[in-house]
């Protein structure tokens, strides 16, 4: 079966972005122009995704309302003769039936999040995408792991290298030599102290999963942080299904990090045709 579903966990609270976060989801938090979130929902459609999945929490209509129909904005765009606005803002919508909200009642973690897409999913292989890692490529991310999806079959998830210091904040892979950007799992720990950790590759936040993990996120254990994390199924997956680390062809941004999030507005800022030429002059004047 192709991958045609794609979960999108935004139920967090986004602390680290307080007091900006606290009317608005993270997810909304613009980079440029265009709310983190939309870049990930664009890169999965770009990717053949066919199914939107949201799993929200409370305080997340903002993030409803963005991807809905505006009427009285379009029609005010309309008279102004703002076409290209207008277009811009009509694109937003996917045709009906492509975006599904459910609710995660209760911070339990982030696998607690994708177990509760499980009857939306069905019994088909499906993507996870966390809007925090804003990825540039040329080729979106998850279109390239939907490729060596269908030639392996298998879970993946995608990879970096961090700093020794940083092991802390993400699952570390324990992994055997790659070919061609992939590479089969061993073992997965999270979140683990420098010192303990086996490597530096650490998974981010695009996920290609067979249904069984919903099996194992079903157990409801309590990990790292007692809450429920995917890292702790992963690793139980690895008992009965392989998994493949992906090494992608592309720069990661994490946005959940306010360095991260600075450094990926400049980033595409010095892409974006209405602004790069001011933002690199400025950006000359205050290096010089």
Known sequence: MQVKKAVFPVAGLGTRFL???????KEMLPVVDKPLIQYAVEEALASGIEQIIF?????????????DRQHELENTLRKRGKDKLLKTIESLVPKSGTIIYTRQSEPLGLGHAI??????????PFAVLLADDLIQSDVPVLQQMIKEFDRLRSSMVATVEVPREETSRYGILDAEPGY????RIKSMVEKPQPV?????????G?????????ELLGKQKKGAGNEIQLTDSMVELLKEQPIFGYRFQG????CGDKAGFQMANLAFG????EIKDSLKAYLQEIIL
């Open 19 to 25: 007091p900006a976060t606290k009317a608005m989801p």
């Open 55 to 67: 799993v929200t929490g409370s305080g997340k209509t903002a993030l409803e309302n963005h991807f």
């Open 115 to 124: 177990w509760c897409a499980r009857d939306v999913v069905g019994d088909e």
């Open 180 to 183: 061609n950007g992939t590479m």
């Open 196 to 204: 303990d950790a086996p490597s530096t590759l650490a998974a981010i």
């Open 206 to 214: 695009r996920y290609i999963f067979t249904p069984k993990i919903f």
């Open 251 to 254: 720069t990661r941004f994490d």
């Open 270 to 273: 010095l892409e974006h045709p």
